[in-house]
């Protein structure tokens, strides 16, 4: 058995950070489903600005919203406008085709990495 990225949302911009919280992070809905990171799946975070990484479990945002927010003891480890990179992973004894998100500046789906690898490919 190996671990294999399933999936994640490239440079995503980190929209708010509350301490306060249990603890999370908020994805806009549409993200998770064009990722495929399920609700209370955990997932790890990097911070492109600072290099900070965590683990903690998704949570869906309003769709459409472009909501990433990190929650609770992490929100500590980012700040809102930085860049994030959203991972999930997978254990199987099988090669996973991982679902690569890239997002634009408002956090809006804007295409699978793969495609523009098939263009470059071609």
């Known amino acids: ?19 306060d919280y249990v603890g999370s992070i908020v994805i806009d809905q549409n993200l998770m489903d064009k ?11 990097c911070d492109i600005n600072n290099g900070s990484r965590f683990e903690t479990y998704a949570i869906p945002g309003e769709r459409g919203s472009g ?36 997002v634009t500046e408002t956090n809006e789906f804007a295409y699978y990495l793969t495609e523009i690898e098939n263009a470059i490919a071609v």
């Not at 399933?6 to 509350?18: F, G, W």
């Not at 990722?35 to 997932?43: A, N, Q």
């Open 35 to 45: 990722s495929d990171i399920w609700e209370y799946e955990k997932v790890l975070v």
């Open 67 to 102: 909501i990433i927010s990190v929650q609770g003891a992490a929100a500590k480890l980012t700040n809102p406008g930085h860049k994030v990179i959203i991972m999930a992973f997978e254990v199987t004894e099988e090669p996973v085709k991982p679902k690569a998100v890239m």
């Open 1 to 19: 058995m190996r671990q294999l990225m399933r999936s994640k949302i490239h440079r995503a911009t980190v929209t708010n950070c509350d301490e």
